[in-house]
């Protein structure tokens, strides 16, 4: 039996989105919610037209990226330099194959360009000025990294200086197609005030990304550094192997990660058969999911 094929025919499509546990509950929550319901439903056309799992995330995250409010693409956290380092992975979960940027400066989505990085084939993450001579040379577009910094973020910063760098609202999607493959995508800018050249989880595999067509997808947001000492993704999928429930999976990988990575942050995850679960140690977490059961997206903020 191949990778994915699970043997029992066609698959109930679905898609979930998060903005970020590291998202501000008291800071635009009709925008965020907005937001990640027009990923979803974005991610969830594809899906409905019988498209596959990886184009749905893709486009999902998208989305988020062109959203000033989300700390991805145009509107993501600055450095200590002020300026935009951009941090994503995608992943398909039939033949585990992946792709991923980090330090990127001059695309506007960097889930495109890894996209781009997974279906070259060669390597798994490209960094910094290489990934940037890649894009061009993949016909990716370059964008002035001036348009990708907000007023907003500038702030953040201001306010980050007198203290240890924060997060801020890391994006992701995960989706089951009718074939019965999984995706997986996740998109950053990091963390307000890092050093330059700073990567966290989002682009790596296993830590804030990953999807297997026999057992789930995951997307995990928050600490960074706690998520990477943990390879939260990955053990996600552990747990899901274990008890088949996605619900209790997210929750205790969320656990995992609070009481042995030593930090703070949450997850989305879909298993095999379309049944969804998210977790999440801080405040607020926004989610939007759809599925044949839903008209329209619904969203958790």
Not at 22 to 29: E, K, Q, S
Not at 194 to 220: E, F, H, M, N, Q
Not at 276 to 283: D, F, K, L, N, V
Request: net charge neutral; charged share 25%; proline share 4%.
């Amino acid at each position: 039996m191949a990778r994915g094929d699970t043997g029992g025919g066609a698959r109930v499509p679905a898609i979930v989105v998060h903005g970020g546990a590291g998202a501000d509950p008291t800071d635009g929550r009709d925008e965020v919610r907005a937001g990640v319901c027009a990923a979803a439903a974005a991610g969830w056309r594809v899906l409905a037209g019988g498209g596959r799992a990886l184009d749905a995330v893709e486009a999902a995250v998208r989305v988020l990226e062109d959203h000033p409010r989300f700390n991805a693409g145009r509107g993501s956290v600055l450095t200590t330099a002020g300026t935009v380092e951009m941090d994503a992975s995608i992943m398909e979960g039939d033949r585990l194959r992946c792709g991923a940027v980090a330090a990127v400066t001059r695309v506007a989505n960097a889930v495109t360009l890894a996209r781009r990085v997974l279906e070259d084939g060669r390597h798994v993450l490209l960094v910094g000025e290489g990934a940037e001579a890649f894009a061009r040379a993949a016909g990716v577009p370059d964008c002035d990294p001036a348009t990708l910094v907000t007023e907003r973020q500038r702030r953040r910063l201001a306010e980050s200086r007198a203290r240890a760098p924060v997060g801020g609202g890391t994006v992701g999607a995960v989706a089951l197609d009718r074939h019965g493959t999984l995706a997986a995508a996740t998109s950053t800018g990091g963390v307000a005030g890092k050093l330059p050249g700073r990567v966290g989880d989002s682009a790596l595999i296993g830590c804030g990304t990953y999807a297997d067509s026999t057992l789930g997808a995951v997307s995990c947001t928050g600490s960074g550094e706690a998520i990477i000492r943990v390879v939260l993704a990955r053990r996600a999928l552990d747990y899901l192997k274990e008890a088949d429930d996605a619900r209790y999976a997210a929750r205790v990988a969320v656990d995992l990660l609070v009481e042995e990575g030593g930090g703070g942050g949450g997850l989305v995850l879909l298993d095999w058969r379309g049944r969804m679960g998210w977790a999440q140690s801080t405040p607020f977490m926004p989610v939007a999911w759809m599925s044949p059961a839903a008209a329209e997206p619904r969203a958790e903020c």
